[in-house]
């Protein structure tokens, strides 16, 4: 008996995993920026923009941004439901984790495109919103970490201490991201820095930003003393230093501009799924398989070996 075990498979949806954690960075950032340029509501109907696929007279930049928003949320969900498929096909030659992974994405992106239905039809909810960017989130977190097991199907680098205060500090990421989220969907900013009115919840904002960035910078001061980790790691390392500490300039400089410069609102946004993706992507990196051994036979002699 002869069963050859090739992970060209893998790899390949691991290269197409790749891709799709860059279309979903990108979903968030221009809903960040639709949001910002207050054009959630620029297409008024749904699925359609103004009853047809392509809006002719009525495109302009708020048009624009809403359209390519939902034009990237539709290539996600197709390529997402393609690799399930793939996942089904090549069952025997993967990980028996994968398509159940894969099953489970596909839902959580049909949920996503509910929620992004209702946030027009009920015009723009906050808790919707809110919502909406949270499912968004756990879709990165999710995707980067696939794509690392798929491209890097070695053993974990992280112990497992170590991966746990990962874990801590990408769900508090997240649980930041989201109350901003929160302060943004409400107004709550605006209203506190043009009237003085709805301070507490931008304050809680402010306030939890610090034990979070102490968090994030505590797991990477640590993972760098693991000499293991710093080795195969520190490129990781060095971004999630560098997207904090950005993160933290763009945050105090909105606000001191009075949220008036967009640019920064969104890259405030675009840091946060950054540090979403990256934080997730240590946590599952696993070491490199040589070349030798991307394909190997079992054969009967080997199974007589194994078996004594």
């Known amino acids: 008996m002869q069963v050859l ?3 060209k498979p893998r790899f390949r949806l691991g290269q197409l995993a790749a891709h799709v954690v860059v279309a979903l960075i990108a979903l968030v950032v221009i809903g960040g920026a639709t949001r910002v340029m207050e054009a959630g509501l620029a297409c008024p109907d749904w699925p359609l923009c103004y009853g047809s696929f392509l809006p002719g007279r ?41 398509p159940w992974t894969y099953g489970f994405l596909t839902l959580l992106v049909s949920f996503q495109g509910f929620l992004g239905a209702l946030t027009v039809l009920q015009l723009l909810p906050s808790l919707v919103v809110v919502a909406h960017l949270a499912v968004a989130f756990a879709l990165v977190a999710i995707m980067s970490g696939v794509t ?14 170590l991966r746990s205060l990962g874990f801590v500090s990408l769900l508090s990421v997240i649980a930041q991201s989201l109350l901003g989220s929160r ?9 506190c820095l043009n009237f003085g009115d709805s301070c507490n919840l931008l304050l809680l904002h402010r306030t939890s930003a610090l034990p979070v960035s102490l968090l994030v910078i505590s797991f990477v001061i640590i993972s760098f003393t693991q000499r293991d980790v710093f080795i195969n790691q520190w490129p990781y390392l060095v971004m999630i230093t560098f997207l904090i500490i950005s993160q933290i300039f763009l945050g105090v400089f909105s ?7 967009p640019g920064l609102i ?3 946004q675009l840091v946060a799924c950054l540090l979403v993706a990256v934080i997730s ?3 599952f990196k696993g070491r490199d ?12 002699s080997t199974l007589e070996t194994c078996h004594g």
């Open 58 to 98: 009525q495109m302009n930049l708020q048009v624009f941004l809403e359209w390519f928003h939902r034009l990237d949320a539709f290539f996600v969900g197709i390529v997402l439901i393609t690799q399930f498929v793939l996942s089904l096909y090549w069952a025997k030659l993967l990980p028996k984790w994968l």
């Open 266 to 268: 969104i890259g405030h």
């Open 281 to 283: 992507a240590l946590n």
């Open 183 to 191: 302060v943004a969907t409400s107004w709550a900013a605006h209203r």
């Open 255 to 261: 606000i001191k501009l009075g949220l008036s410069e």
């Open 5 to 7: 075990y090739s992970p």
């Open 148 to 161: 690392q097991k798929l491209l890097s199907p070695g053993k974990l680098i992280l112990p497992n201490w």
């Open 289 to 300: 398989i040589d070349e030798s051994s991307k394909s190997f036979f079992i054969t009967e």
